[in-house]
């Protein structure tokens, strides 16, 4: 594809449901990154994928955020029992391989009611 | 604990001045500090960046300049437009690509 595709791009949901947010990195990309934008805020790291696996979920805030990617391209972000404070816009990212320019998806705005 | 600390968190210049945004680390294992550019509804989209080992890099109106020994880097927008009105981040990479932000900066360019 032209570039990292998101979606939802807006998503509205209650407290307490799960929501699952998906990304398409650009074709070929092998590194894989979810970001955390709160309003006004800066970007928190998240999850890192390199292929299918994870060498870095550091950032993951809580046992109720999980991640995963299949076949080295599409991953999905997971939010259980979703809480107001979880509300952010979520950013994908991916790059051709680690170490090198990452490309910024538009994001998922999450809002949690 | 925030790991870049950028300033101000906003600025006003004319059309033509020059928006000065000033971030410092602290991990000396950052190896490559990018800045980013953002719109309102967009992604973060790579503006310039800078490796430790220059002190400077220049990109169209865009410089960063760098001071190792400080800690500290810097974006200078120069002749300033308009259409330069957005917010910039800055950051810093480990091993992995993962990239710490800083703040942010929200900038209006007044015409």
């Known amino acids: 594809g032209a570039g990292v595709s998101q979606s939802p791009s807006n998503k509205v949901t209650e407290k307490g449901k799960d929501v699952e947010l998906r990304c398409d990195p650009i074709s070929g990309h092998t590194a894989l990154y979810w970001y955390r934008q709160s309003l006004g805020q800066g970007l928190e790291f998240l999850i890192y994928?390199?292929?299918?696996?994870?060498?870095?979920k550091s950032g993951l805030p809580s046992d109720r955020f999980s991640a995963e990617r299949t076949g080295g391209s599409v991953s999905t972000l997971t939010i259980q029992r979703t809480q107001q404070e979880d509300s952010a816009v979520y950013l994908c990212a991916s790059s051709p391989q680690a170490n090198t320019e990452a490309f910024f998806g538009q994001g998922t705005r999450l809002t949690v009611v | 604990q925030q790991q870049v600390k950028q300033s101000p968190q906003s600025l006003i210049v004319q059309k033509g001045g020059i928006p000065i945004i000033n971030c410092a680390y602290e991990?000396?294992?950052?190896?490559?500090f990018p800045w980013y550019q953002q719109f309102p509804g967009k992604g973060p989209a790579l503006l310039i960046a800078?490796?430790?080992?220059?002190s400077e890099k220049k990109e169209g109106r865009f410089t960063i300049s760098f001071n190792k020994s400080a800690k500290q880097f810097s974006l200078h927008i120069m002749d300033s437009q308009p259409g330069d009105s957005a917010t910039y981040f800055c950051a810093a990479r480990t091993a992995g690509n993962k990239l710490t932000f800083g703040g942010g900066t929200r900038v209006l360019v007044k015409p």
């Open positions: 994928f390199q292929g299918n696996s994870a060498p870095d």
């Open positions: 991990n000396t294992a950052f190896d490559y």
């Open positions: 800078i490796r430790p080992d220059v």
